[in-house]
Structures are given as C-alpha cells and as structure tokens.
C-alpha cells in the first residue's frame, strides 16, 4: 500500500485546513486508516482514526476541532481541521493498517499556524 499526503502549508491562527491522503495498492486488505502528526520537539501523535467500516476515534485534544473521513471511490483520506492555533503546527503522517495489523505510513506533510 502507498500513500502520498498532500495539503499542508502555512496557515493563520484561526484558519482552517484540508489535508488529502491518496491510497493504491492492495487497497481492500486495510482494516482502518488514520492521522498522526510530530510537532517540533515532541513525540508523535494520533489525532483521528477511520476504520473500514466507518468507526471514528478522535484523540481527545482535537475533539470538535478536527473531522476526518475517507472517500472510497477514490480511495482518498482527508483531514480537517478549524479553528487551528500555533500549537497544531506539526507534521501530518496519513497511515493505513491491514487485517495483519502491519501499518504503512505517507511521507508527512507539514502545516504550519502563524501570522
């Protein structure tokens, strides 16, 4: 499975994004694709998980803040996010997991909030 991330780039405080995460390959063996992002410094984070089935888990720091959902037909994820303060400047890595529990990650894709 690939996946290329795309959307990230300079964003004012109080602005919104949408950060896309196209999929090929064996694309019917993946059980649940999510978002994690690293912010300078720290570890890195889930924010929001979609399963194949359409089960959402938010982390409960972007709760309210961020929506994500997955087009099928396309085979693309996407991550929204409003309302968005410096401290969501991070990378955003897109991954997708298997029925074999094996993840496979996006190149990140970097957003930064500032004026």
């Known amino acids: 499975v690939q996946l290329q991330a795309s959307g990230g780039g300079l964003v004012q405080p109080g602005g919104s994004l949408r950060l896309s995460c196209a999929a090929s390959?064996?694309?019917?063996?993946?059980?649940?694709w999510g978002w994690y992002r690293q912010a300078p410094g720290k570890e890195r984070e889930l924010v929001a998980t979609?399963?194949?089935?359409?089960?959402?888990n938010y982390a409960n720091n972007v709760k309210g803040q961020f929506t994500i959902s997955r087009d099928s037909a396309s085979n693309t994820l996407y991550l929204e996010g409003s309302n968005l303060k410096p401290e969501d400047t991070a990378v955003y890595y897109c991954?997708?997991?298997?029925?074999?529990?094996?993840?496979?990650w996006g190149k990140g894709t970097l957003v930064t909030v500032s004026s």
């Open positions: 991954y997708a997991e298997d029925n074999r529990f094996l993840r496979y």
């Open positions: 979609i399963t194949k089935r359409g089960f959402i």
């Open positions: 390959g064996m694309i019917p063996r993946i059980d649940k």
